[in-house]
């Protein structure tokens, strides 16, 4: 059983960050979590800002207070229906990434929720790349809700439809877990998808001495009973389980099933099989939480020596 017990939510006040504020409400309901809701500003001191036009003195400039801060950010929680009182407002100074990871690590937050942006043409994340590298530093899993949502999206999160990726890697099996915890809250359905990503139609075959279809179909016979060994003992539990294996780029393949099958999570492990050469950025899961039009909840999984 997940047990979430304190969930940190990073927003940067803006209307993507309003959403990713309904998430992690609806996860603090559901697990009885308390939830704590952090803004990053550059400084609360005065500024001394140089010269301008015909080089006039230098202007002071006085940003928010701190005090003036924490009421905006009452003012757009109190938005979304959380309660002042069932959340703990925390407005700092100085870097976003070292705050955010830093506050996480002090209240020992089992999840963080944040919201990310599309930037200059590119699926830039969160302020830059402050959730690129939330994502790399967090202690904790990390849920992104993605910009592409519509803006009046049901307050009343719920997961229907679950996809999770699994390479078999530590990372996947601990997402898996999740996965199946987080349907059995929303009575959903979870998708379990194996990608294939060798032996594909389009790969050269002069130099193969072995029948590649044949081949091709035993690995995909391989995977599905290994799908279906890892939930054999969910058959006892209401949670139902799909099994799909499929041939092809494992991003794309995630994408278009989540897409088609009209998914509302995708949980997946934040690295894959390989080590460094498929860390989280430059992997799959970089490419999925750039492009998905759904909440990604990523799960780093326990290293091993």
């Known amino acids: 059983m997940i047990a979430f017990k304190q969930i940190l ?16 409400a609806a996860f603090a309901r559901w697990y009885g979590a308390r939830l ?16 301008g036009a015909l080089n006039g003195p230098p202007q002071i400039v006085m ?17 979304t229906g959380i309660e002042s009182s069932d959340a703990t407002l925390s407005a700092e100074a100085g870097d976003p990434v070292r705050n955010i990871v830093d506050q996480a690590l002090a209240i020992g937050a089992d999840l963080v929720v944040m919201g990310t942006h599309g930037r200059s043409g590119f699926e830039r994340l969160l302020i830059g790349s402050v959730a690129e590298k939330v994502l790399r530093k967090a202690p904790c899993p990390v849920l992104l809700v993605p910009p592409h949502m519509a803006a009046n999206a049901d307050p009343d999160v719920s997961f229907k439809h679950i996809l999770c990726p699994m390479d078999f890697s530590p ?3 601990q997402a898996l877990g999740f996965a ?27 130099y193969t001495h072995f029948n590649v279809p044949e081949y091709r179909q035993h690995l995909v016979d391989d995977a599905r ?21 499929v041939v092809g780029r494992a991003y794309r393949e995630i994408l278009h099933v ?20 498929l860390a ?6 970089q490419q999925v939480v750039r492009a998905a039009t759904c909440p990604v909840l990523t799960v780093r999984g326990t290293e091993t020596s």
Do not use: K, N
């Open 9 to 24: 939510c990073p927003t940067d006040l803006s209307e993507a960050s309003v959403r990713s504020l309904t998430y992690a």
């Open 258 to 277: 989540a897409q088609e099958s009209g998914t509302d999570l995708i949980v997946m492990g934040a690295q894959g099989r390989g080590g460094l050469g």
């Open 63 to 79: 940003p928010l207070s701190r005090q003036e801060v924490l009421d905006e950010m009452r003012r757009i929680t109190e938005s």
């Open 171 to 173: 990372a996947a099996l």
């Open 180 to 206: 199946l915890d987080l349907a059995r809250q929303s009575e959903g359905v979870v998708t379990l998808l194996h990608a294939l990503e060798w032996l594909t139609d389009e790969e050269p075959r002069e």
């Open 225 to 245: 009973e290994r799908l279906q060994a890892l939930v054999a003992d969910e058959s006892r539990t209401p949670t139902a389980i799909e099994h799909r294996v």
């Open 280 to 285: 989280l950025f430059g992997s799959t899961t």
């Open 36 to 51: 704590t809701i952090l803004h990053v500003v550059p400084t609360f001191e005065a500024m001394t800002v140089g010269p």
